[in-house]
C-alpha cells in the first residue's frame, strides 16, 4: 500500500490546477474533511475558488490550517524529465509541478487532521482550513477575499499554519515566523522629445531622473531590526526612447520595487519616495501597488508548539526566519493571528523538474499533527 500523505500528494499533483484553476483539488480535500467531521463551506470570488472548513466550537482557540491549491506554470513540458502534471518517483523524490509548492502541504495537513480527530474527537476549540486557488497569481480574490468576509462574520483565528515550503536543505531547519512587506510603483517621468542635434529645443526626461533614482537607490530606508534584514529598494524595469539613435526621448518609465522590514510602512515608503522625486522638480506620474505589510509573529503558544514538534520529529531546531518572497500569511496576519510557515525543502519551487524527497512527507503530516495536538488536544 502506497503511505497515505505520498498517495494523497500524487493525487493533487495529477490535478493540473494552474491558477487560477482548482481542478477539484478542494472538493476532494472538502469531501476527506466532511467524513473527519468539518464543516465546509466554498467561498468562490470571480473565478477564484476557496475552501473554508472548521471542525468544533469557537469557545477555545481556533487553529486554521491554510494554503493554496493553485500552482504556476509548468513552462515547455518539453523541458521537463517526465510530464508535469504525472507524479513520478526517481531517486527518492516525488516530481511533477507542485509536487513541492505546495501540495505536499496540503496533503500532510488534511491527513495529520484526520489523525488528530481520530484520536481527540472531542479537542479544544476549532480546527479550520483555509484554501485558495489564487495564491500564485493576483491573490486579490484568494486568502485576501476570504479574510475580509471572515472579518466582517467577526471570525476569530487565534494560530495559523501555512504549509509553504519553508525548509531550506532538511525537513525542518527553518520555519518562516514572518515575512517582508512589498510595495512597488510605475514612475513616469515626462520630458520633451526632440531632435539629439538640438537639445534646447527638447528636455531629457532620462537625464532628469537619474539622479533622483541614484538616490532612491543609494538611501539607506532603514537598519534593519533582529527579525528583519534592511529594506532593499531595486529597480526593475527601465524603458524610454523611440528605437532612433538621434531622437531625445519624451517619457521615461522606470519601474521599482521595496521589500521592506517593520521598520517602516507602506505609507512611509510613498512619502518618502514622492519628496525624493519632488526634490528633483520632476515632472512625473507614479502609479503604486501594495502587495502587503510586513507581518511577524513574536514568540507565543504556536511558535512554542511548531519548535516543539519540529524537534520531535526531526530532532532539528527550526531556525525563525522572515526571508524570502511574501506569501499569504500576511492576509491572516491582519485578523491579528498568529502565524508560522513549515513546508518542505524549498529549492526546486516554481522550477522545471520540480520535487519533493518522499521520505519527508509523513514526517511533515507528524509534524502538522504535533503542531495541532500541543494547541487543541
Ligand atoms: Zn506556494
Redesign the pocket.
Known amino acids: 500500500m502506497t503511505e497515505p500523505v505520498l498517495a494523497l500528494t500524487r493525487e493533487l499533483v495529477a490535478r493540473a490546477s494552474v491558477t487560477p484553476e482548482d481542478a477539484g483539488c478542494q472538493a476532494m480535500l472538502a469531501q476527506r474533511l466532511s467524513a473527519a467531521g468539518f464543516v465546509c463551506e466554498d467561498m468562490p470570488f470571480g473565478a477564484v475558488k476557496n475552501l473554508w472548513a472548521t471542525r468544533g466550537a469557537a469557545d477555545g482557540p481556533t487553529l486554521c490550517l491554510a494554503g ?1 491549491t493553485d500552482v504556476v506554470p509548468t513552462g515547455p513540458e518539453s523541458a521537463w524529465t517526465s510530464p508535469p502534471f504525472e507524479p513520478t518517483e526517481r531517486d527518492g523524490h516525488l516530481f511533477g509541478r507542485g509536487a513541492a ?2 501540495k505536499p502541504g496540503l496533503a500532510a495537513m488534511v491527513i495529520a487532521a484526520e489523525r488528530f480527530v481520530a484520536e481527540h474527537p472531542q479537542h479544544n476549540g476549532r480546527l479550520a482550513f483555509l484554501l485558495t486557488s489564487d ?1 500564485e497569481g493576483p491573490a486579490e480574490h484568494g486568502t485576501r477575499a476570504v479574510v475580509e468576509a471572515l472579518r466582517e462574520r467577526g471570525e476569530a483565528i487565534d494560530y495559523c499554519v501555512v504549509g ?1 515550503c519553508s525548509s531550506v536543505e532538511q525537513l525542518g531547519d527553518r520555519m518562516m515566523i514572518g515575512r517582508r512587506g512589498s510595495i512597488g510603483a510605475q514612475l513616469t517621468v515626462h520630458g520633451k522629445q526632440g531632435h539629439v542635434a538640438y537639445p534646447h529645443l527638447a528636455d531629457n526626461p532620462v537625464h532628469r531622473v537619474l539622479a533622483a533614482l541614484d538616490e532612491l537607490a543609494r538611501k539607506q530606508w532603514d537598519a534593519g531590526n533582529t527579525d528583519f534584514p534592511q529594506t532593499s529598494f531595486q529597480i526593475t524595469n527601465f524603458n524610454a526612447g523611440t528605437g532612433a539613435s538621434n531622437v531625445i526621448p519624451g517619457d521615461a518609465v522606470i519601474d521599482f520595487n521595496l521589500r521592506y522590514s517593520t521598520e517602516l510602512t507602506g505609507d512611509l515608503i510613498r512619502e518618502q519616495v514622492t519628496a525624493t522625486l519632488d526634490k528633483h522638480k520632476l515632472n512625473y506620474a507614479l502609479d503604486w501597488w501594495h502587495s502587503g505589510e510586513p507581518f511577524l509573529t513574536p514568540p507565543g503558544a504556536l511558535r512554542a508548539a511548531a519548535r516543539a514538534s519540529i524537534g520531535e520529529v526531526t530532532g532539528l531546531q527550526p531556525d525563525p526566519s522572515t526571508a524570502g518572497g511574501t506569501s499569504d500569511g500576511r492576509f491572516i496576519a491582519t485578523l491579528g493571528t498568529e502565524v508560522v510557515e513549515i513546508g518542505p525543502i524549498n529549492a526546486t519551487i516554481h522550477q522545471v523538474d520540480e520535487c519533493v524527497r518522499i521520505t519527508d512527507l509523513p514526517r511533515l503530516a507528524n509534524i502538522y499533527q504535533g503542531v495541532i495536538t500541543r494547541l487543541l488536544a
Do not use: F, L, N
Request: aromatic share 0%; no cysteine.
Open positions: 493554496h509548492d505546495m495564491e509553504e
